[in-house]
C-alpha cells in the first residue's frame, strides 16, 4: 500500500479443508506482529464454518483480533442486493462483532478498469462497478483510526501468539 507505510501480506485461504497444506496455521502465523487484519470473502458471505472460523479469529478465546480487523466483500458485481443488506448480513453472521468495518469491492472489475484493450469510457464504468475507490478511501480511514491501537497492541498479540504456537509445536 504504496506511500502509507502499510504493508499487505495475502495469506492463503483458510477453512479450506485441504490437507496436503495447512493453509490456517500459514495465516494464523501472518497474523503473528500485524496490525491490521482484513478477512477478505466473497459475495457469498459467511457460510457457518467461516462464521466460526471469524468468531475465533476475533474472540478473546480464539486470537482475540477484534480490534484489528476488517472484512472486505468481494465480488459485488455479481451481487443482486445493495451494499447495505450485504453489511447488515456480515453483521449478522460476525456478532458480536459489529463495529468491525465492512468494504464492499469488485476487484475483478478494478483489474480490468486498467486494461488498456478496453475504451477508456468502458474502464470508467468498470473503475466505478468496482467500488475500489470507496473502498480505499475506507481503508485509509481504518488504518488511521485503528492503525495506532494496532500498534500499540501488536508487541504484546505477538508474544501471546509465539507462546500459543510454540504450545501446538
Not at 74 to 82: G, L
Not at 105 to 122: G, N, R, T, V
Request: include cysteine; proline fraction near 5%.
Amino acid at each position: 500500500y504504496d506511500g502509507r507505510g502499510v504493508t499487505i501480506i495475502d495469506t492463503p485461504g483458510i477453512q479450506s479443508e485441504r490437507t496436503e497444506v495447512d493453509h490456517d496455521a500459514i495465516a494464523k502465523r501472518a497474523t503473528i506482529g500485524a496490525d491490521l487484519v482484513l478477512y477478505v470473502l466473497t459475495n457469498e458471505l459467511f457460510n457457518p464454518r467461516l462464521q466460526q472460523h471469524f468468531q475465533f479469529l476475533a474472540g478473546t478465546e480464539g486470537l482475540g483480533l477484534a480490534g484489528k480487523l476488517a472484512v472486505v466483500v468481494n465480488k459485488m458485481d455479481r451481487e443482486a442486493n445493495s451494499g447495505d443488506i450485504i453489511v447488515a448480513e456480515v453483521d449478522r453472521s460476525i456478532a458480536p462483532y459489529t463495529d468491525t468495518p465492512v468494504f464492499l469491492c469488485a476487484a475483478k472489475k478494478y483489474i480490468d478498469s486498467h486494461d488498456p484493450a478496453h475504451p477508456p469510457h468502458l474502464r470508467e464504468r468498470f473503475l466505478d462497478a468496482s467500488q475500489f475507490e470507496q473502498l480505499l478511501d475506507s481503508f485509509d480511514g481504518f488504518i488511521r483510526e485503528h492503525g495506532v491501537l494496532g500498534r500499540l497492541a501488536t508487541p504484546v498479540q505477538a508474544g501471546i501468539d509465539l507462546i500459543e504456537i510454540a504450545k501446538e509445536s
